[in-house]
């Protein structure tokens, strides 16, 4: 008895041991990197345990970035239903009314309204309509996400969303070159009210800026520098339901309809009422923008129709962190630590913990469908990181402003699967640095787990 207890004394000794060496050279990298420790937030934990392997400021609290799509994709594919599909319906009644009822669908554009008309006109005669309404009740009035920095509002990668949800929200504007040093054409490819300030030449380089000061002049851009070769440009659309509404009356043009009057907002009925056309879009493609793409735009349209079905009721922020909290206490995961107010992680108000995200992800490691959807190296936002590990990562990426993040699942070269979530928030330090330090740990953990 003695001689074993001994034999398990030195397997303990030895596995403590060798879990300090390996933490060793996680923070050997982490010094040799040049980034201030404290800036670094690391959690791993084994997935078939919950146990965590190694800790670096896992209590921190941090900004999430994309990371954070994961967490609010997750709870929302559970209150949707992995078979939801995003709709755009035209109904009519016995009155000769027609009622739009949006979907907020990220994926609608304005070729899907125009079929949406068509079918109206030619498979249901619907030509002359009393009254064309619009049902726009599934989202509240807030078209941007809170903390969301206003600077940023002609990012293309953070339009405005909404429940007229139409072109992914974005103007398309094309800039072509004239005579050497003559200004520059600039024009749109759909028609929408803006005014350019064309101070654009032809010149021997690409190179364009735009702005635009929205409590001055929000239909004015400015649009400077100079143009080699044409070229498109997207901006995010700064009146979505303005947008919508110069789209529809295209629509309703296009498919010979005559009805010349106003649209009002009004909730459809639930009787005396039947559907004419639609147009519907898979869950699916979203988890691929999601995840993959790390579409802000589609992430957040996503969140907030969750939102909407778990109240039965028109989607909110608030509506959504209800539907959250909700889904993280039925995983057991506390939340105490934590602040979510967007579905994207673009806000620089979200804060999570390193220890946290792992927690989550231990919880989701069964759940093949979100696990499977998320980009391995050479894929999506990894396309072109990561590819020492091949099909051994699963990861989401993240980045803000200072800011670098990865969460996901790692198999090691032992055969073990680990969770694990990095957070760099260091100023000093350059975007790829930070992404350089997350693969040489990634790195770390594989060899030595």
């Keep these: 008895m003695k001689k074993l207890f001994n034999i398990l004394t030195a397997i303990i ?36 345990t919950g146990k965590a392997v190694y800790n670096l400021n896992e209590k921190q609290p941090s900004m999430p970035a994309s990371t954070l799509k994961l967490v609010t994709l997750s709870a929302s594919l559970d209150t949707l239903g992995k078979d939801y599909e995003f709709s755009t319906r035209l109904y009519k009644n016995t009155n000769n009314e027609l009622f739009l009822r949006l979907g907020a669908d990220p994926f609608l554009t304005s070729s899907g309204l125009n079929n949406i008309m068509e079918k109206a006109v030619k498979e249901k005669k619907v030509v002359s309509p009393k009254n064309i309404y619009i049902d726009d009740y599934i989202f509240d009035k807030t078209e941007w996400g809170e903390g969301w920095q206003w600077d940023d509002d002609l990012n293309p990668l953070m339009p405005k969303f909404s429940s007229y949800n139409i072109d992914k929200n974005l103007l398309n504007i094309v800039i072509s070159p004239t005579g050497d040093g003559a200004p ?4 749109t490819t759909k028609f929408y009210p803006v005014t350019f300030m064309n101070l654009v030449t032809t010149g021997a380089e690409t190179n364009i800026e735009f702005s635009r000061n929205n409590s001055i002049s929000p239909h004015i851009l400015t649009v400077s520098g100079t143009v080699n070769k044409q070229i498109t440009e997207q901006i995010p659309v700064n009146n979505p339901k303005r947008y919508f509404i110069i789209r529809l009356e295209d629509a309703i043009s296009s498919a ?8 009002v907002q009004k909730k459809t009925p639930a009787s005396n009422i039947y559907i004419v056309s639609e147009v519907k879009h898979p869950i699916s493609d979203a988890v691929k923008a999601i995840l993959k793409d790390s ?15 778990y109240v039965n009721n028109t989607g909110s922020l608030e509506h959504s962190q209800q539907m959250l909290k909700s889904y993280l206490g ?3 995961i506390n939340t105490d630590d934590i602040k979510i107010v967007d579905g994207s992680g673009v806000s620089k108000n979200n804060i999570i ?27 999506g936002t990894l396309k072109t990181r990561m590819l020492y590990f091949k099909d051994n990562l699963r990861a989401k990426t993240g980045t803000l402003s200072d800011v670098s993040s990865i969460a996901g699942y790692l198999t090691s070269r032992s055969g073990k699967t680990y969770a694990f979530d990095i957070i760099i928030n260091d100023p000093k330090s350059r975007a790829n640095d930070k992404k ?14």
């Design 13 to 48: 000794i030895l596995f403590t041991v060798q879990t300090k060496s390996y933490s060793a050279a996680i923070d050997k990298t982490i010094s040799k990197s040049g980034i201030n420790k404290g800036a670094v937030s690391v959690s791993v934990k084994e997935v078939s």
């Design 436 to 449: 350089s330090l997350e693969e040489y740990i990634l790195r770390d953990i594989y060899m030595n787990y």
């Design 184 to 187: 520059a054409q600039i024009y």
């Design 256 to 263: 010979k309809m005559d009805y010349y009057g106003k649209f």
């Design 295 to 309: 579409n802000n735009f589609v992430a957040e349209t996503v969140f907030k129709l969750a939102g909407a079905k």
């Design 330 to 332: 039925k995983l057991g």
């Design 353 to 379: 913990t390193t220890d946290f995200m792992t927690d989550f992800l231990v919880k989701e490691a069964g759940n093949d469908d979100l696990k499977n959807s998320l980009p391995t190296a050479g894929e």
